[in-house]
């Protein structure tokens, strides 16, 4: 899948919920934990979508789609399982991969700008990290790869999963079928996706600004 699939794929990606919950029913369900398991939990997958898969999920269940509730526990186990599972990798593997340059899809400049991240906000990251693409996939390794105390992490992960799911879900489920946003719900999604990548813009623009400095 090169590189312009991927985006039309995540810019379009409400287009292909319904049609998968069209066809295949409630498998619906695994597909979006497997996806979130994924993005949540696996430091190669950090560009599959998040925020905007949420939202789209939860207007389609205002739709009667699907059942929200039910989404909230499938997306809340996977976030939180994914997160768990990238917290062990880091802990296991993290401190042989961390100095070394780049590692396939594990770019070192995500982990460096990640521990930044962590440097500023302590713990409070894994709940901050839940709303910025791919520093969201990095934190919970690096919580790993620091030997951040399990019960530490558990308490921040559950917090932070919960409070994203909550948004993203509820927030689609209550305006995702606003007559407004429906009819221009493609853009939406576009919107979502790319607001939730400022704040990693933000950051490289302060480091390119900083070493020219």
């Not at 979508?49 to 205002?62: E, H, R, V, W």
């Not at 989404?71 to 070394?100: Q, R």
Request: charged share 15%.
């Amino acid at each position: 899948m090169d590189f312009v699939t991927i985006i039309s794929f995540l810019f379009n990606f409400d287009q292909h919920l319904i049609w998968f919950t069209d066809t295949y029913g409630v498998w619906v369900y695994l597909l979006l934990f497997i996806i979130l398991f994924c993005e949540t939990g696996l430091v190669i997958t950090p560009i599959l979508p998040g925020d905007s898969m949420i939202f789209a999920a939860g207007a389609l269940a205002a739709a009667g789609s699907m059942d929200v509730f039910l989404l909230f526990c499938v997306m809340s186990v996977a976030a939180i399982l994914g997160n768990t599972v990238n917290y062990w990798i880091g802990k296991t593997l993290g401190p042989g991969i961390v100095y070394k340059k780049n590692i396939g899809w594990i770019k070192k400049e995500y982990i460096d700008k990640t521990r930044e991240f962590f440097d500023k906000h302590g713990g409070k990251t894994l709940i901050l990290a839940r709303f910025i693409p791919i520093i969201r996939t990095f934190a919970p390794f690096l919580a790993g790869v620091g030997s951040m105390n399990y019960f530490r992490f558990s308490f921040y992960n559950v917090v932070g999963c919960l409070a994203w799911v909550s948004l993203f879900l509820f927030g689609g489920f209550f305006f995702g079928n606003i007559p407004l946003i429906k009819e221009n719900f493609t853009v939406v999604i576009m919107i979502l996706i790319l607001s939730s990548f400022i704040p990693v813009f933000i950051g490289f623009f302060k480091h390119r600004f900083a070493k020219r400095s």
